[in-house]
């Protein structure tokens, strides 16, 4: 199994559109959770933290849920630039230190 | 501005030969990394190092050596031990050694075997 789990898509969504990803993971002792963003060919960009208490920058929502081991993101009113390969990612320990440990990523496309 | 710094953006090698990735950072972090991806696929952990002259093997360090002279510097050797070097190379650092606040990645080095 996979230490992190992620649909890979694509998603394809006209502009406007709300949009979900999942993310599953291994770990139940991670630390920290974030969703990255990675254009064609560019490194990741963090997007945002998750928090278990839920959390919101502009149109996305992240949401985790510790018992269940699960992490979501949700995009409302979809834009073109919203197109890119988006990343779950883990804080685990994993041989005595804390390490990012990445999904495969979920690609969106959004269309006119 | 401070930042990481990968050169060069893109590397051509031979079969056989070894070629070194370099990495630099001016944010005055204390841990940094080296990961891999592939097409379609996620990044794996090459090396890290939390500490000058200190580093630790990743899930996929064969064929890859690294060393941290120098807190800024990180560079990557691929050598001809690498039987797949052809890949998308992305060096990060983190300011907590723990990673808490996620990383800062560099804009990366596409490496392709001729």
């Known amino acids: 199994r996979k230490e992190v789990e992620q649909d890979p898509g694509p998603f394809n969504v006209p502009e406007g559109a709300t949009v979900a990803f999942n993310c599953t993971y291994s770990?139940?002792?991670?630390?920290?959770f974030f969703w990255y963003r990675q254009d064609c060919r560019k490194e990741p960009k963090l997007l945002m933290s998750?928090?278990?208490s839920g959390n919101e920058d502009g149109r996305f929502t992240a949401q985790l849920n510790r018992a269940s081991q699960y992490i979501s993101l949700l995009i409302r009113d979809s834009k073109l630039s919203d197109s890119a390969t988006y990343l779950c990612?883990?804080?685990?320990?994993?041989?005595?230190?804390?390490?990012?440990?990445f999904g495969s990523g979920t690609r969106l496309l959004v269309r006119p | 501005d401070g930042g990481i710094t990968q050169s060069p953006k893109y590397l051509f090698r031979k079969e056989g030969q070894n070629v070194t990735l370099s990495c630099e950072q001016n944010?005055?972090?204390?841990?940094m990394y080296w990961y891999r991806q592939d097409p379609g696929q996620g990044l794996r952990l090459i090396y890290y190092?939390?500490?000058?002259?200190?580093?630790q093997k990743g899930d996929i360090a064969e064929g890859y050596s690294v060393s941290r002279e120098k807190k800024e510097s990180f560079p990557l050797t691929v050598t001809s031990a690498q039987k797949n070097p052809t890949a998308f190379y992305l060096c990060?650092?983190?300011?907590?050694?723990?990673?808490?606040?996620?990383?800062?990645f560099g804009s990366g080095t596409r490496l392709t075997v001729v």
């Open positions: 998750v928090y278990s």
């Open positions: 990612v883990v804080n685990m320990l994993k041989d005595s230190s804390y390490k990012l440990i």
């Open positions: 990060a650092s983190s300011q907590e050694l723990t990673g808490t606040n996620g990383y800062t």
């Open positions: 770990n139940s002792a991670s630390q920290s």
């Open positions: 944010l005055n972090h204390d841990a």
């Open positions: 190092s939390q500490i000058v002259n200190d580093f």
